[in-house]
C-alpha cells in the first residue's frame, strides 16, 4: 500500500480565487442593491446585508472546499499513475535481469541460508542434467562431486561466522558431478546478498571441460613441437653419418666387383670366392639396415612438423607410407592392413599435414575396432583417380559410427573415446587441413558393419611433376676431369664425396667456407661447388651470398648437400635460389647425376 503524502494547499491560488469571488458577490449586491433596494427602510437593508454576507461567507466555503477537494484528487491521480509506473518499471526490470540471468552462458545457482537450491537457471539445467523442479529446495551439494561435497554447508556457516563469503573474490577449480553421476571440472565463483533480511548465496559456475581438454591439447601440441623439432635435429644429425654409410658401403660394393673379377679369373675352385660372395651378402644386409634407418628418418620428419606449412607437388602415397609406419602399432592388434595403392597424379600439399590427416584416420579406423580379433578384421587403404580428384580412403570393419554421432564427429572436441584416449580434435584438424588444400572428407558407415573415410584432393594442374630428389640421371654427355669442390663441416662426407666424385674429376675438399672462399678469392677455379647448408661458422646461406656477390656464375653452380634444413632460415633459403639440392643420405649415382647435370647446364658459361 503506497503511502499517501499530499503537497501542501495551494494557499496563493486559493486566497486570490476567494477574493475575486468576494469582490464579485459584493458588485453584484452593490447592482441589485441600487436597482431594487435604494429606497427601503433601514430594517429590510441591514436584512439583505446580512443576508448577503451570509451567502457571500457561505460561497466562499464551498469554493474553498471545492478547490481543495479536486486540488487533492488530482494529486491522488498523479500519485497513482507514479505508483503504477514504478511497478511496471520494477516488473520490467525483475524480468530483464531473469532474461539475463536465464541466458546467462554461466549456470547460476541461488541457496538460502540451510544451503537449499532456491533457484537453478537453463544453463545450469544443462550442464547437470537436472530439471529445475527437480532440485529446487535440496542441498547444493547435489551438484558435487564426492571430494568437495562439504563445501556448500562450510560456505554457510563461515558466512554466520564471519560475515563474509569464503573464497567470495577468487573464482575456485571444483568437480561437478551431474544427474546420471558423470563429474566434470567447473570453476564456482560465489557472492552473498539478503533479501527480507536473510542471506542468500549465489554460485555463478562455468563448464571447464573444453578448457581442460583444451589446455590437455596445447600441452601435447607443446611437446610434440619440441618432440618434432628434436627429431628434426635428430634426423639431421642422423643424416650425416648415414651420407657417408651410404656412399662408402657403395664403393666397398664397387671395390668387391673388381676383387669378384679377378677372382672369377683365377676359378671357382679358389677358397677366396665363397668368402668373397659372403662378404657381400654381410654388405647387402648392411645395405638394408641402412635403408631402414634412412626410411625411420624420414617418416620422423614427415611427421615431425618440424618443416612447417612447405606447399609443393607430392605424391599422397608417400604421405600414407609414412602415417601407415606410424599407425601399424595401433592396427597390428586389430585388424589385417590390406593396401590397394594405385597410380595418382600429384597434389600440392605439405606432406607431412597431408601425413597427419591420414594418421588420424588410420588410427581412428584402428581403435573403430576391438583389439585381439585381427584375422577378422580388416582395413582397407586405397588411392585412386575420382573424376579428376585424388582419392584416398581408409575403410574399417569396425562399430561404425552411431547416425546421431555422424553431424558431430568434424567438431572439434567431440569425442566417443574414454577419458585420455581421445581428444576429440583429430578429424576437426584434418578437416581444416583438407579443405585448406581445396578437398574434401566423405564419409559412409554403417553401424556394426564398418566406416570410411575418402579424402578428395584437387590433382595439381598443368600435370606439375612431382619435385624428386635433384635430376635422376639427366640426358647430358659424361664430361670428365671437371674441377668440383666440396665444402661441408664433416670430414667424412667430404671424404665420402670425393671417393664418389674422384674417379671421374678433381675434387678439392674445404671443411669451412671461409676457407673456400679465401681459396676462391686466391684465384682457384672450380666447375662446380657441393656446399652443406648448415654449418657452424658460416653457412651455406652465407657463403651462397658472398660468392654470388663476387663469382656469380659459379653461385649458379653451387649443388647444396643437405641433411634436412631444419631452421626456417635454412628453408626459406633452398624454396628461393633455383639452385639443384641432394639429401642426405645421398646415393652416389645421384651425385654423380647432380653433378653431370650442373656440368651440362652451364658448360657455356
Ligand atoms: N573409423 C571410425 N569408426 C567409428 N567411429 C569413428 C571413426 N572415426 C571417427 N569416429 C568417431 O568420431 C569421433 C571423433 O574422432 P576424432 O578423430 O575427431 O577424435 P578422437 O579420435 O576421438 O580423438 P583424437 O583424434 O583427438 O585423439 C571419435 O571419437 C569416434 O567416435
Ligand atoms: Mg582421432
Given at each position: 500500500?503506497?503511502?499517501?503524502?499530499?503537497?501542501?494547499?495551494?494557499?496563493?491560488?486559493?486566497?486570490?480565487?476567494?477574493?475575486?469571488?468576494?469582490?464579485?458577490?459584493?458588485?453584484?449586491?452593490?447592482?441589485?442593491?441600487?436597482?431594487?433596494?435604494?429606497?427601503?427602510?433601514?430594517?429590510?437593508?441591514?436584512?439583505?446585508?446580512?443576508?448577503?454576507?451570509?451567502?457571500?461567507?457561505?460561497?466562499?466555503?464551498?469554493?474553498?472546499?471545492?478547490?481543495?477537494?479536486?486540488?487533492?484528487?488530482?494529486?491522488?491521480?498523479?500519485?497513482?499513475?507514479?505508483?503504477?509506473?514504478?511497478?511496471?518499471?520494477?516488473?520490467?526490470?525483475?524480468?530483464?535481469?531473469?532474461?539475463?540471468?536465464?541466458?546467462?552462458?554461466?549456470?547460476?545457482?541461488?541457496?538460502?541460508?540451510?544451503?537449499?537450491?532456491?533457484?537453478?537457471?537453463?544453463?545450469?539445467?544443462?550442464?547437470?542434467?537436472?530439471?529445475?523442479?527437480?532440485?529446487?529446495?535440496?542441498?547444493?551439494?547435489?551438484?558435487?562431486?564426492?571430494?568437495?561435497?562439504?563445501?556448500?554447508?562450510?560456505?554457510?556457516?563461515?558466512?554466520?561466522?564471519?560475515?563474509?563469503?569464503?573464497?567470495?573474490?577468487?573464482?575456485?577449480?571444483?568437480?561437478?558431478?551431474?544427474?546420471?553421476?558423470?563429474?566434470?571440472?567447473?570453476?564456482?565463483?560465489?557472492?552473498?546478498?539478503?533479501?527480507?533480511?536473510?542471506?542468500?548465496?549465489?554460485?555463478?559456475?562455468?563448464?571447464?571441460?573444453?578448457?581442460?581438454?583444451?589446455?590437455?591439447?596445447?600441452?601435447?601440441?607443446?611437446?610434440?613441437?619440441?618432440?618434432?623439432t628434436l627429431a628434426a635435429g635428430v634426423g639431421h644429425e642422423i643424416n650425416n653419418p648415414l651420407a657417408y654409410i651410404v656412399a662408402n658401403l657403395d664403393f666397398v660394393d664397387g671395390e668387391?666387383?673388381?676383387?669378384?673379377?679377378?677372382?672369377?679369373?683365377?676359378?671357382?675352385?679358389?677358397?677366396?670366392?665363397?668368402?668373397?660372395?659372403?662378404?657381400?651378402?654381410?654388405?647387402?644386409?648392411l645395405g638394408?639396415?641402412v635403408d631402414?634407418v634412412r626410411a625411420v628418418v624420414r617418416?620422423l620428419r614427415?611427421?615431425s612438423?618440424a618443416d612447417?606449412?612447405r606447399?609443393?607437388?607430392?605424391?599422397?602415397?608417400?604421405?600414407?607410407?609414412?602415417?601407415?609406419?606410424?599407425?601399424?602399432?595401433?592396427?597390428?592388434?586389430?585388424?589385417?592392413?590390406?593396401?590397394?595403392?594405385?597410380?595418382?597424379?600429384?597434389?600440392?600439399?605439405?606432406?607431412?599435414?597431408?601425413?597427419?590427416?591420414?594418421?588420424?584416420?588410420?588410427?581412428?579406423?584402428?581403435?573403430?575396432?576391438?583389439?585381439?580379433?585381427?584375422?577378422?578384421?580388416?582395413?582397407?587403404?586405397?588411392?585412386?583417380?575420382?573424376?579428376?580428384?585424388?582419392?584416398?580412403?581408409?575403410?574399417?570393419?569396425?562399430?561404425?559410427?552411431?547416425?546421431?554421432?555422424?553431424?558431430?564427429?568434424?567438431?572439434?572436441?567431440?569425442?566417443?573415446?574414454?577419458?585420455?584416449?581421445?581428444?576429440?580434435?583429430?578429424?576437426?584438424?584434418?578437416?581444416?587441413?583438407?579443405?585448406?588444400?581445396?578437398?574434401?572428407?566423405?564419409?559412409?558407415?554403417?553401424?556394426?558393419?564398418?566406416?570410411?573415410?575418402?579424402?578428395?584432393?584437387?590433382?595439381?594442374?598443368?600435370?606439375?611433376?612431382?619435385e624428386a630428389a635433384p635430376a635422376p640421371a639427366p640426358?647430358?654427355?659424361?664430361r670428365r676431369g671437371a674441377r668440383i669442390l666440396v665444402v661441408d663441416d664433416d670430414a667424412l662426407v667430404c671424404a665420402a664425396l670425393r671417393r664418389i666424385l674422384g674417379a671421374d674429376h678433381d675434387v678439392d675438399v674445404c671443411l669451412c667456407a671461409r676457407q673456400a672462399l679465401s681459396r676462391l678469392a686466391n684465384g682457384a677455379f672450380y666447375d662446380v661447388v657441393l656446399c652443406d647448408v648448415m654449418m657452424p661458422v658460416m653457412s651455406g646461406k652465407d657463403f651462397h651470398a658472398e660468392v654470388a656477390h663476387a663469382f656469380p656464375a659459379l653461385a649458379r653452380r653451387m649443388v647444396f648437400v643437405t641433411g634436412g634444413a631444419f631452421t626456417p632460415e635454412a628453408r626459406g633459403f633452398l624454396d628461393a635460389i633455383p639452385n639443384r639440392r641432394l639429401d642426405k643420405p645421398f646415393d652416389p649415382d645421384t651425385v654423380r647425376a647432380a653433378v653431370e647435370a650442373t656440368l651440362a647446364q652451364h658448360?657455356?658459361?
Open positions: 500500500m503506497p503511502t499517501r503524502r499530499y503537497r501542501k494547499v495551494p494557499w496563493l491560488p486559493l486566497v486570490a480565487g476567494g477574493a475575486t469571488l468576494i469582490l464579485a458577490l459584493s458588485a453584484a449586491w452593490l447592482v441589485i442593491e441600487r436597482l431594487f433596494f435604494l429606497h427601503s427602510d433601514h430594517e429590510l437593508v441591514r436584512r439583505l446585508t446580512v443576508l448577503h454576507g451570509v451567502v457571500s461567507g457561505a460561497a466562499l466555503l464551498a469554493w474553498g472546499a471545492l478547490f481543495v477537494l479536486r486540488d487533492r484528487r488530482r494529486q491522488e491521480a498523479n500519485l497513482e499513475a507514479i505508483v503504477a509506473e514504478r511497478t511496471r518499471q520494477l516488473a520490467a526490470q525483475e524480468r530483464r535481469f531473469e532474461d539475463v540471468v536465464e541466458s546467462a552462458c554461466e549456470a547460476v545457482v541461488l541457496g538460502d541460508g540451510q544451503a537449499r537450491i532456491t533457484y537453478f537457471n537453463r544453463t545450469a539445467e544443462r550442464m547437470f542434467g537436472w530439471s529445475r523442479d527437480d532440485v529446487l529446495g535440496r542441498h547444493a551439494s547435489l551438484l558435487m562431486a564426492e571430494a568437495h561435497r562439504g563445501r556448500a554447508d562450510r560456505i554457510v556457516t563461515h558466512y554466520a561466522e564471519t560475515g563474509e563469503v569464503l573464497d567470495g573474490a577468487t573464482p575456485v577449480d571444483l568437480e561437478g558431478v551431474r544427474k546420471d553421476g558423470t563429474t566434470f571440472p567447473i570453476q564456482v565463483t560465489r557472492s552473498v546478498f539478503t533479501r527480507d533480511g536473510a542471506p542468500e548465496f549465489m554460485g555463478v559456475i562455468r563448464d571447464m571441460t573444453a578448457h581442460r581438454q583444451l589446455a590437455t591439447r596445447m600441452r601435447e601440441m607443446d611437446r610434440m613441437i619440441a618432440v618434432g668387391f666387383d673388381t676383387v669378384a673379377a679377378v677372382l672369377a679369373a683365377r676359378g671357382p675352385a679358389d677358397p677366396l670366392v665363397p668368402r668373397i660372395a659372403q662378404a657381400r651378402q654381410a654388405l647387402a644386409d638394408q639396415g631402414r617418416d614427415t611427421l612438423q612447417g606449412e606447399r609443393e607437388p607430392i605424391r599422397v602415397e608417400r604421405a600414407l607410407e609414412a602415417a601407415l609406419h606410424m599407425a601399424s602399432v595401433e592396427i597390428r592388434h586389430r585388424a589385417r592392413l590390406v593396401q590397394e595403392l594405385g597410380a595418382t597424379p600429384p597434389v600440392v600439399a605439405d606432406e607431412s599435414r597431408l601425413g597427419q590427416v591420414f594418421l588420424n584416420l588410420l588410427v581412428n579406423a584402428a581403435h573403430a575396432i576391438p583389439e585381439g580379433r585381427a584375422d577378422a578384421n580388416e582395413i582397407r587403404v586405397r588411392t585412386f583417380v575420382d573424376g579428376g580428384r585424388v582419392a584416398v580412403e581408409v575403410t574399417d570393419s569396425g562399430a561404425g559410427i552411431a547416425p546421431e554421432h555422424r553431424a558431430r564427429i568434424f567438431d572439434p572436441f567431440f569425442t566417443t573415446k574414454p577419458v585420455g584416449q581421445g581428444t576429440g580434435l583429430g578429424l576437426a584438424i584434418s578437416r581444416g587441413i583438407v579443405h585448406g588444400l581445396g578437398g574434401e572428407i566423405q564419409l559412409d558407415s554403417q553401424v556394426g558393419r564398418g566406416t570410411t573415410f575418402r579424402v578428395l584432393l584437387p590433382a595439381a594442374t598443368g600435370g606439375a611433376a612431382v640426358p647430358a654427355p659424361v658448360a657455356a658459361s
